[in-house]
């Protein structure tokens, strides 16, 4: 396994923890006169939990709270390695393309 997944591997299993509470009610929603990084936040907490709450929906077992919390987890572990790795590759094409340039490195 190359090292940037490794790295990834590790560094999203403490983000996806601590991630896992929502900032927000999420059968309420926002109040009105919510600030703008609490909306992102939101924002970003639906983004990046989105399957695991599309699983949930479809839950036979709904009063397995358990259940939809490890789903939930789950699926915001796997989006912040995906998230995570194609940052990690994303900077090393970067850099590779700025050693390209020599005006780049100044």
């Known amino acids: ?3 940037p ?3 990834a591997l590790i560094a999203a299993a403490p983000i996806a ?3 896992l509470p929502p900032p927000f ?3 309420v929603g926002l109040a009105p006169d919510a ?3 609490e909306q992102f936040i939101a924002g970003e907490w639906v983004v990046m939990h989105w399957l695991g709450l599309w699983l949930t929906r479809f839950d036979p077992y709904y009063n397995h709270f358990s259940l939809d919390i490890f789903l939930v987890f789950l699926s915001g572990y796997v ?6 790795t194609a940052m990690f590759y994303a900077f090393t094409g970067a850099r590779r393309l700025a ?4 005006a780049i490195r100044g």
Do not use: Q, S
């Not at 989006?79 to 995570?84: A, D, F, G, H, V």
């Open 1 to 3: 396994m190359r090292r």
């Open 5 to 7: 997944i490794k790295i």
């Open 17 to 19: 923890v601590l991630n």
């Open 25 to 27: 009610a999420i059968d």
């Open 35 to 37: 600030n703008w990084f």
């Open 79 to 84: 989006e912040w390695i995906l998230l995570l």
């Open 99 to 102: 050693r390209g340039f020599p």
